[in-house]
């Protein structure tokens, strides 16, 4: 919630809009019963994943889109915002509005220092990769799983273009007696895996959770083929021991542990590149 409330390009009513200037968010939720929320093309409410908490433990329902999801937010008491742009996604909508090209991944990145590709997270000047997608995955005092995952998705997007992150299995998946896994990153790519189930379903055959991310990374590979240096898709996973894992197909993948020793930010391991 911190994060979507942030004015930045990634997550929250201030991140890069779709290609006609709206900002749409996504997310879900997921607990160790196997309830789930999920709610997706959300226009004007600053914290989806509050929206889809409430899908999850009011409606018999998994996910609400679009105005249907507003008007079930405005009904729960969320306030409908005026959309406001980060300076950084404005000024990136208006230098992609120049030429307005919607082409694949590669073009763009090759394009844009910062910010997003039409579906891609971009390449930055330091050989790594930003990322559109806050995922986290989390296991309590009992040893009980759940997991959340929000984004505005990919910056300059065709409108009504849904990627991985509100799709339970897809951009989370969380099984309660083998683990819990999230994505970011290319979401169609990781819709073709069923990205997050695949990485749970390799730890419940005895894998832990780098392998498991490590394997379904180089399954999106070979489909892929030499596609996939221009995209990059990350794994985050723990399983029911709490052992923590993540690969990407790429470097500049990161992500933070938080423990009751504290706090760490741990550089993913990756397949191409050095």
């Known amino acids: 919630m911190v994060t979507e409330g942030e004015q930045n390009c990634c997550v929250g009513l201030g991140a890069n809009p779709d290609r006609d200037g709206f900002v749409t968010l996504d ?5 160790e019963f196997s309830n789930c929320g999920s709610v997706a093309f959300l226009e004007r409410i600053k914290h989806p994943i509050s929206v889809a908490r409430r899908v999850m433990e009011k409606t018999p329902h998994v996910m609400l889109v679009g105005i249907g999801a507003q008007q079930f937010a405005v009904a729960e008491g969320f306030p409908l915002e005026e959309q406001k742009l980060s300076p950084e996604a404005e000024k990136s909508y208006k230098d992609w509005l120049i030429k307005s090209e919607y082409k694949p991944p590669v073009i763009n990145i090759e ?3 910062g910010g997003h590709g039409p579906f891609a997270p971009a390449k930055l000047d330091n050989g790594e990769w930003n990322h559109d997608t806050i995922g986290m ?11 959340s995952c929000t984004t505005s998705g990919a910056g300059f997007k065709m409108r009504g273009r849904l990627g991985d992150s509100p799709i339970i299995g897809a951009g989370l998946f969380v099984d309660n007696e083998v683990g819990a896994c999230t994505a970011t990153g290319q979401g169609e790519d990781v819709i073709r895996v069923a990205g997050s189930h695949s990485v749970v379903e390799l730890m419940r055959q005895g894998l832990s959770p780098e392998m498991a991310c490590k394997k379904v990374i180089e399954r999106i590979i070979r489909i892929k083929g030499p596609k996939a240096k221009d995209i990059q898709v990350g794994f985050l996973a723990i399983n029911k021991k709490g052992q923590v894992g993540a690969y990407s197909i ?22 191409m590149g050095e």
Do not use: P, W
């Open 250 to 271: 790429h470097k500049g993948f990161e992500y933070a542990i938080r423990t009751n020793a504290g706090e760490q930010l741990v550089k993913a391991k990756f397949v």
């Open 27 to 31: 997310a879900c939720i997921m607990d």
């Open 111 to 113: 394009k844009k220092q």
């Open 137 to 147: 995955v989390a296991m309590d005092t009992n040893g009980n799983l759940s997991g």
